[in-house]
């Protein structure tokens, strides 16, 4: 038998708002001239949280940030990443939705 002891992984709910607030972020922000997609998002926001490295793509012709997966994250890091969503939001007069708020 193995008992072992680990943050709580991240809630369905918490899944929830994230996908909400990324969607009102693309709606609402260019992010250097380019409208970027939920999923986006999704990988700025996880690469600034875990301050992650980034790699030239195969081709030479951009980059790729060396992954933190939201899926993996902690019901605590998910919190952390909302309340950057938030801020960052803040910052570029996002209206998050009725969805993103609950």
Known sequence: MVLELRPEKRSDPQN????AMLADISAQVDWYG????PEDWKHVFSS????LDVVPNL?????VALGQQTSKMTKAEMSDMQTLMEAFGAERGVKFSAQAAS
Not at 16 to 19: G, L, P, Q, T
Not at 34 to 37: A, E
Not at 59 to 63: I, K, M, P, Q, S
């Open 48 to 51: 600034s949280m875990k301050k």
């Open 34 to 37: 380019k409208r970027l997609t």
């Open 59 to 63: 081709d030479g012709t951009g980059f």
């Open 16 to 19: 929830r708002r994230m996908w």
